[in-house]
């Protein structure tokens, strides 16, 4: 059978359901913006992109993006790369706590790394040692560059535990090249789908980004479009306004446009290699300890730095009874946490980890299926098509939402599932495509052959090498529409209260105990049931794999 | 390249997929049409105001007139503006009432023709320069001055220009928070302080900050020394226990009044009409000033307000027409 080529049946239902799908959550609601535009702008829009302080606004989101994916993709590489040795010394904590950036919810960050280091902070108070530039862009870059680097280490990780061709490394080291060489040579051309995947996903990210630029790049008068957005949002209320933050959001899904398509185009079918259907084998060979230590105390450091004291600030803050005393146990109080504790928190916390739940799992086949249509020729635009929704800042998305279902759901839980369907949907594409294309085809038509069915052979032979990615994807897509705030806070309706009207109800006044409380709660949420699901994982993994072949792969990756 | 062999079992998922999808937006849609058919007993209402302040009052209401409901969607400002927006162009407004935190945001949608048009009967008991002919201010936020214990206290407003608060003092910024514009807008009319007062702010090493909120959060952490934010936040920060003090400087904290208007759409709903006629009556302001809003009512109890603390009013009339003239000579000063 030629590969992508005579569409089956079930390929093309495939791409009906995707276009279906597409035209649901994201041409409708993008058309209707631009409708909005057209309609009420009314020439409008040009005095919108002349008016002044949004060239300024417009570059700091493009150069803000574009640094914050360089930056952070080298990381994330970095990690997923020495993580992978399997002689790393303390190995498997490390690999669980490079992601706890990301079990902390987005609406505290900034404050958590104001709390660490600026004046009066963690390290002013112990040391003498406060950073100023903390509040301002580089501040800003820093801490979203911290906070991408564990999405970045996850879809590179799951992707090289999906393409990583041990013995072909082994071969190049017997064959006399060097470790950089291997590296280079195999190792990073092997897992750049996964890389590419991951700085799309960050760039785009980045340009949508709100809470870390408005909190941290205020006090610089450091303002990005998302900033605008809000700027227009909240004062005024009159159509000039909403009409400008609609134009606004529309100039970044163009950005994202112009940046991405090039990109997917380009890059997408030359990144895909084949894979034979028996490469299997352990991780490279051992390199020296020496060297090993060196990259655990590296790694140590940095998450000294950038994890464990903003996280520490905040445990802090949820137990001390106010802001500005010293956070000494003579100041400790559970009051935060009996404050954000209540029935009606409860409730609205089960709601928003159920819909998380089913978000990430339907958005789990969702990506899937766009990583099995975009082979396609037809279907290869698709890929890019979902990210534009990532790009639209959530209260711009939500607003599209509402105006396209608006008049059938408004106030409904089905909505504001919609809104993570359309938001999330790039996140849990993205790392499954960069897995994808390494399906070993004989190996299932092995299968069919020996006479297993169809749903038999895809669970023994395609879940198996894939199921790193896909529960990697799905893990990313449930914590962040668990933390997700803006749009719940402007969907919901009497009965679809979720964890955003909580944290808002917290964030009042300015009293940051509560809300730092409640993140502790979620992070707790997060953790313990991931700490259970890792040690029975890693005890089947174990069990399974018996030794010589120890798989490259492994659900452990995604820790 | 490889995926033609997995063809078949993704395409019977999808296809379940797709039946789910369908399932799920039809089941919501018959979700939607019941409530549009809502008993007129049942009150939709939009507000920003606090909740701690808005289920008490609710609960009050409902308790009074059994058989009434509220439907509440509470939410920050920017949000509730663009809930309106949005449900302007997909239907109309959904709400009856709506309960705003500044008079420029209410009368952008008297504006529009979307609220106004009725006040209650007995509105007169509320100071003329908390209402119009559309909407009665509900409660009022009041822009003070909030200050490290280790500082000594500004005096007047231009205290904080001076030596004592250098490089110390974060102001919230006026294209963000209708009350920052409110309290920009008196400023700018006055003629002993007007912009210069920002510039001077500015060159004693003065920062902006997004949110009333946020100057709060940083002068309690002792990021900043002082600041200018609503008293409801810094009276917060000091029952918990940080160290700040409130100050209402000269020649007076600034009053930005959250209107309670009715929706056009709901003008003959008495159920709606009985809410706002409770919230700005003598009852609903009770509940209002115990659950720590300050009442708009003369007379009634609020929270804390020291004995002849010098208040003034800004003419929103005055700023709504000059708002971006304003906000330009604003920006001169801390741009962004």
């Given at each position: 059978m030629p590969p992508g080529g005579t569409p089956t049946p079930a390929r093309t239902s495939a791409t009906v359901a995707v276009l279906a799908v597409l035209a649901v959550l994201v041409a409708l609601p993008l058309l209707r913006l631009a409708q909005v535009v057209w309609q009420d702008g009314d020439g409008d829009v040009l005095r919108v992109i002349g008016s002044d302080g949004l060239g300024t606004a417009a570059r700091n989101t493009v150069v803000l993006a574009s640094g914050v994916t360089l930056a952070a993709v080298p990381i994330g590489v970095a990690m997923a790369l020495v993580l992978r040795r399997p002689d790393l010394p303390g190995r498997a904590f490390w690999r669980a706590a490079v992601l706890l950036p990301v079990v902390v919810p987005d609406f505290v960050l900034g404050y958590s790394w104001t709390q660490a280091y600026a004046r009066a902070g963690f390290t002013d108070t112990l040391l003498g040692l406060s950073w100023a530039g903390l509040l301002g862009p580089l501040g800003v870059w820093l801490v979203l560059v911290v906070n991408a680097a564990p999405l970045v280490y996850l879809v590179v990780a799951v992707g090289l535990a999906a393409r990583a061709e041990p013995d072909l490394e082994r071969a190049a080291r017997v064959s006399g090249a060097g470790s950089v060489t291997v590296l280079r040579t195999i190792t990073l051309r092997l897992s750049l789908p996964a890389v590419s995947a991951a700085a799309v996903l960050v760039f785009v990210l980045t340009l949508g980004t709100f809470a870390i630029p408005q909190v941290l790049g205020a006090p610089a008068g450091f303002s990005t479009v998302t900033t605008r957005i809000y700027a227009d949002l909240s004062i005024g209320g009159d159509p000039g306004s909403f009409l400008e933050a609609v134009t606004l959001a529309l100039l970044l899904v163009l950005v994202a446009v112009a940046?991405?398509?090039?990109?997917?185009?380009?890059?997408?079918?030359?990144?895909?290699?084949?894979?034979?259907?028996?490469?299997?084998?352990?991780?490279?060979?051992?390199?020296?300890?020496?060297?090993?230590?060196?990259?655990?105390?590296?790694?140590?450091?940095?998450?000294?730095?950038?994890?464990?004291?903003?996280?520490?600030?905040?445990?802090?803050?949820?137990?001390?009874?106010?802001?500005?005393?010293?956070?000494?146990?003579?100041?400790?109080?559970?009051?935060?946490?009996?404050?954000?504790?209540?029935?009606?928190?409860?409730?609205?916390?089960?709601?928003?980890?159920?819909?998380?739940?089913?978000?990430?799992?339907?958005?789990?086949?969702?990506?899937?299926?766009?990583?099995?249509?975009?082979?396609?020729?037809?279907?290869?635009?698709?890929?890019?098509?979902?990210?534009?929704?990532?790009?639209?800042?959530?209260?711009?998305?939500?607003?599209?939402?509402?105006?396209?279902?608006?008049?059938?759901?408004?106030?409904?839980?089905?909505?504001?599932?919609?809104?993570?369907?359309?938001?999330?949907?790039?996140?849990?594409?993205?790392?499954?495509?960069?897995?994808?294309?390494?399906?070993?085809?004989?190996?299932?038509?092995?299968?069919?052959?020996?006479?297993?069915?169809?749903?038999?052979?895809?669970?023994?032979?395609?879940?198996?090498?894939?199921?790193?990615?896909?529960?990697?994807?799905?893990?990313?897509?449930?914590?962040?529409?668990?933390?997700?705030?803006?749009?719940?806070?402007?969907?919901?309706?009497?009965?679809?209260?979720?964890?955003?009207?909580?944290?808002l109800n917290s964030e009042e006044l300015g009293r940051k105990g509560p809300t730092a409380a409640l993140s502790v709660v979620l992070a707790l949420l997060v953790v313990g049931p991931a700490l259970v699901l890792w040690c029975v994982l890693d005890r089947l993994r174990t069990r399974r794999a018996g030794p010589p072949t120890v798989r490259a792969g492994g659900i452990a990756h995604v820790g | 390249m490889t995926t033609g062999s997995v063809g078949q079992p993704a395409g019977s998922r999808s296809r379940s997929l797709a039946l789910a999808a369908v399932g799920v937006l039809s089941l919501a849609a018959c979700g939607g049409v019941n409530g549009d058919a809502a008993p007129s007993q049942t009150v939709t209402l939009y507000t920003c105001v606090s909740d701690d302040t808005i289920q008490p009052v609710i609960q009050a209401f409902e308790k009074g007139r059994p058989g009434s409901r509220i439907d509440l969607f509470r939410a920050p400002t920017?949000?509730?503006?663009?809930?309106?927006?949005?449900?302007?162009?997909?239907?109309?407004?959904?709400?009856?009432?709506?309960?705003?935190?500044?008079?420029?945001?209410?009368?952008?949608?008297?504006?529009?023709?979307?609220?106004?048009?009725?006040?209650?009967?007995?509105?007169?008991?509320?100071?003329?320069?908390?209402?119009?002919?559309?909407?009665?201010?509900?409660?009022?936020?009041?822009?003070?001055?909030?200050?490290?214990?280790?500082?000594?206290?500004?005096?007047?407003?231009?205290?904080?220009?001076?030596?004592?608060?250098?490089?110390?003092?974060?102001?919230?910024?006026?294209s963000v928070a209708a009350s920052a514009l409110g309290a920009l807008g008196w400023f700018a009319e006055d003629p002993d302080y007007g912009v210069r007062f920002y510039a001077d702010l500015r060159s004693n090493g003065a920062v902006q900050v997004s949110t009333p909120d946020d100057v709060t959060t940083g002068v309690a952490q002792g990021i900043y020394a002082a600041g200018l934010t609503t008293a409801n936040s810094a009276y917060a920060a000091k029952g918990d226990g940080s160290p700040v003090d409130v100050v209402w400087p000269d020649p007076g904290a600034v009053a930005i009044y959250g209107p309670v208007a009715l929706a056009t759409s709901s003008a003959d709903s008495q159920a709606a009409q009985d809410f706002i006629a409770f919230v700005v009556g003598d009852d609903g302001q009770r509940v209002l000033g115990k659950a720590g809003s300050y009442p708009t009512r003369p007379g009634v109890a609020g929270p804390a307000l020291p004995e002849g603390a010098p208040i003034v009013s800004p003419d929103w009339a005055t700023i709504r027409k000059d708002q971006e003239a304003i906000l330009s000579d604003y920006r001169q000063v801390f741009g962004g």
């Open positions: 940046c991405v398509a090039p990109t997917d185009a380009f890059l997408g079918p030359r990144l895909r290699a084949s894979r034979p259907a028996d490469a299997q084998g352990t991780p490279s060979s051992p390199e020296r300890r020496a060297v090993r230590r060196a990259e655990a105390a590296g790694l140590a450091g940095y998450l000294f730095l950038t994890v464990a004291l903003p996280l520490a600030a905040l445990l802090l803050s949820s137990v001390t009874g106010a802001l500005g005393v010293p956070p000494t146990p003579g100041n400790w109080t559970v009051d935060h946490f009996r404050q954000v504790l209540t029935p009606r928190t409860v409730e609205a916390l089960g709601r928003s980890v159920g819909l998380a739940g089913i978000a990430a799992t339907l958005l789990v086949g969702l990506g899937g299926l766009v990583a099995v249509v975009e082979s396609r020729r037809a279907g290869r635009a698709t890929a890019s098509l979902i990210t534009l929704t990532l790009v639209l800042p959530g209260s711009t998305l939500a607003v599209a939402l509402l105006m396209t279902y608006g008049r059938w759901l408004s106030g409904t839980l089905t909505l504001i599932l919609l809104a993570y369907l359309a938001k999330l949907w790039a996140f849990a594409h993205r790392p499954i495509a960069g897995a994808l294309d390494r399906l070993p085809p004989d190996e299932l038509r092995a299968a069919r052959v020996s006479g297993a069915g169809a749903l038999t052979a895809v669970r023994t032979v395609a879940l198996r090498p894939l199921a790193p990615a896909l529960l990697g994807a799905w893990l990313i897509c449930f914590l962040t529409a668990l933390h997700e705030v803006t749009m719940s806070s402007l969907l919901y309706g009497p009965g679809s209260e979720t964890l955003a009207v909580v944290v | 920017g949000e509730l503006n663009a809930r309106v927006a949005a449900d302007v162009r997909s239907g109309g407004l959904r709400a009856d009432v709506v309960w705003g935190c500044d008079p420029l945001t209410v009368q952008a949608l008297v504006d529009q023709g979307l609220v106004g048009g009725w006040t209650p009967p007995d509105s007169d008991a509320i100071p003329g320069e908390y209402r119009t002919d559309d909407y009665v201010g509900a409660a009022v936020l009041y822009m003070v001055a909030v200050h490290r214990t280790d500082v000594p206290a500004p005096r007047t407003w231009s205290d904080l220009t001076g030596p004592g608060y250098t490089d110390a003092v974060a102001v919230p910024d006026p």
